[in-house]
């Protein structure tokens, strides 16, 4: 079974330009979430989706940041315009539905790391 | 709120040594307890979980056994090896009323392992 993938891996930036981030969950997953990951840090959720319903975003910096999730699967997380406090580690995470196999983890992704500069 | 307090590291040890990492927690609830694991340049792994009160979890010679009278889920394995050195992470979910899906995470141990 293919674990969860992100894309990009690495990404460098200068301050105040876009960037996005992209998670394909596990198949069959319909929870994702975002985390980020500041340097010597446990990872923050940022934002969770049920299927395609952001359900809690209550941490989710509305002003900079943006998720999707339109069809229920893959997502896409933005941030416009980045400043350098972004500089971290973005991780994105799947689970399955309550009541299925493992129902209560979250299975991680390799993360995209980001160097705002 | 929740919170997951753990030790600090870094832990050094040499191989076949005892390890322990402390963890304790804040919640309100029945949370479900976990720690995790960060290889160099990998995501987080699952490492065991403990869902209820007095449950041992326990995987690839690690354990951690649910404390609820001192809150704790302490990581411990008898011998390391050289291939345990990563971060170490302590996480909860479930805290309010036992609704799940929001993982709480401590600030992560590192542990090196010298041969």
Known sequence: ?117 | GDSVTQMEGPVTLSEEAFLTINCTYTATGYPSLFWYVQYPGEGLQLLLKATKADDKGSNKGFEATYRKETTSFHLEKGSVQVSDSAVYFCALSGGYGGATNKLIFGTGTLLAVQP
């Open chain 1, 1 to 117: 079974e293919a674990g969860v993938v992100q894309s990009p891996r690495y990404k460098i930036i200068e301050k105040k330009q876009p960037v996005a981030f992209w998670c394909n969950p596990i198949s069959g997953h319909n929870t994702l979430y975002w985390y980020r990951q500041n340097l010597g840090q446990g990872p923050e959720l940022l934002i969770r989706y049920e299927n395609e319903e952001a359900v809690d975003d209550s941490q989710l910096p509305k002003d900079r940041f943006s998720a999707e999730r339109l069809k229920g699967v893959d997502s896409t997380l933005k941030i416009q315009p980045a400043e350098l406090g972004d500089s971290a580690v973005y991780l994105c995470a799947s689970s399955p539905r309550p009541g299925q196999g493992s129902w209560n983890e979250q299975f991680f992704g390799p993360g995209t790391r980001l160097t705002v500069l």
